[in-house]
Structure formats: structure tokens, C-alpha cells
T-cell receptor, first 112, second 113 residues
Framework: GNSVTQMEGPVTLSEEAFLTINCTYTATGYPSLFWYVQYPGEGLQLLLK?????DKGSNKGFEATYRKETTSFHLEKGSVQVSDSAVYFC???????????FGTGTRLTVIP | EADIYQTPRYLVIGTGKKITLECSQT?????MYWYQQDPGMELHLIHYSYGVNSTEKGDLSSESTVSRIRTEHFPLTLESARPSHTSQYLC????????????FGQGTRLTVV
């Protein structure tokens, strides 16, 4: 079946620290992979995506690389800001489908 | 900017009342979804639709029902609200094609007292 396993949180970092949130997946074929972000009191919004192996998605200083050999899509940012405090969701859509399968979410808090 | 709207944003209602959560999108998307988000943040798909007059139940069993009479509109109804229905409800829509992202509304936070 299709599933996403995401690093448990919460994660608390100081401003300018390096961030990694691990995400691994199980899927047949070649799924599309996504990171969504949910700011307090809001819905989810797309942060970045990748649709094939070795693609790197990037946005707002965040990056994630589609690694088929390790079935991973880890989210990284070199220097976090207080404004990055949010919940981050890893997700996939299987080949030929549009249903999103989400990880459990990781809450990030960045302190000044 | 995502053009998908949910109303109301917040709702407090008594047990046994009938409620409808509204969701509309102006992007012409065929696919629409309802998710329930528990306090632990996890998202559970409760309903989806692939087009007009098409509705399916999601992975999480829900006592709610949905309808899709128009492409842009995907309301969710609870015939008799209970405290166990207290949750955040998120509506989303997406186009077709590989790698197409989903757009989410801001959510409705429902409290049943």
C-alpha cells in the first residue's frame, strides 16, 4: 500500500540553526512527493514538490531531494527563522492517482 | 493565492443540531476532498469527489455526508452533531496530471457542546 512515515516531533530549534525533518515513503511505481506547511490557524499550503527520482524541490530556503533508492524525501533548511514555526507535512500521490497520503506532521518551533 | 474558501471559520453548536460546512473553489478543479484534522495534527481523509455527482468515502469512517451538484461546491453535512464531531475540517481541491498539488481552504474549527 501507500504510506508516509515522518519524523516525530515536536522539534525546537534556535534561530539560524540547521533543520532536517525526515520523511520516508512506501509506494508502488513512481509517486509524486510533496512537503506542505500549516501555519497556526491556517490550512495547508504547498511548500515544495518533486515528481521524479533525483529531482530537488526548493522554496523559501527549504529543499528536499527525491531519493528513490532510499525511498526518502527529507526536508532541509540551512538557517531557520522564527517565522518558519509551523507544522510540516510530507505527502505523496501514487502513480496515476491524485489522492494525497500524508505523514503525521512535525511541529517546528523556532525560538529567537 | 489559493482560490478555495471555507465557511464558517469557527462554529460552536449544540448536540443534535444539523450543520453544513461550506467549501467552494474557483479554479475549476474536478477533484475535491474533505479532511478531518485531530488535535494531534494528523489528517484523515473522510470524503472525496472526482467530479459532479461523484462522491466517495475516505479512509476514516465519518457520520458526515457530502454532495457535489456543482463543480465548484462541495458541502459537508452532519445531520445530528455530537461532541465526538469536534474537530478541524479542511477542504481541498486539485486538478489532474502528475504532480498536481492540492489547494487547501483555511479550515472550519467545529466545536459541539
Amino acid at each position: 500500500g501507500n504510506s508516509v512515515t515522518q519524523m516525530e516531533g515536536p522539534v525546537t530549534l534556535s534561530e539560524e540553526a540547521f533543520l532536517t525533518i525526515n520523511c520516508t515513503y512506501t509506494a508502488t511505481g513512481y509517486p509524486s512527493l510533496f512537503w506542505y506547511v500549516q501555519y497556526p490557524g491556517e490550512g495547508l499550503q504547498l511548500l515544495l514538490k518533486a515528481t521524479k527520482a533525483d529531482d530537488k524541490g526548493s522554496n523559501k530556503g527549504f529543499e528536499a531531494t527525491y531519493r528513490k533508492e532510499t525511498t526518502s524525501f527529507h526536508l532541509e533548511k540551512g538557517s531557520v527563522q522564527v517565522s518558519d514555526s509551523a507544522v510540516y507535512f510530507c505527502a505523496l500521490t501514487p502513480t496515476g492517482a491524485n489522492n494525497l497520503f500524508f505523514g503525521t506532521g512535525t511541529r517546528l518551533t523556532v525560538i529567537p | 493565492e489559493a482560490d478555495i474558501y471555507q465557511t464558517p471559520r469557527y462554529l460552536v453548536i449544540g448536540t443534535g443540531k444539523k450543520i453544513t460546512l461550506e467549501c467552494s473553489q474557483t479554479m475549476g478543479h474536478d477533484k475535491m476532498y474533505w479532511y478531518q484534522q485531530d488535535p494531534g495534527m494528523e489528517l484523515h481523509l473522510i470524503h472525496y469527489s472526482y467530479g459532479v455527482n461523484s462522491t466517495e468515502k475516505g479512509d476514516l469512517s465519518s457520520e458526515s455526508t457530502v454532495s457535489r451538484i456543482r463543480t465548484e461546491h462541495f458541502p459537508l453535512t452532519l445531520e445530528s452533531a455530537r461532541p465526538s464531531h469536534t474537530s478541524q475540517y479542511l477542504c481541498a481541491s486539485s486538478g489532474t496530471g502528475r504532480g498536481t498539488e492540492a489547494f487547501f481552504g483555511q479550515g472550519t474549527r467545529l466545536t459541539v457542546v
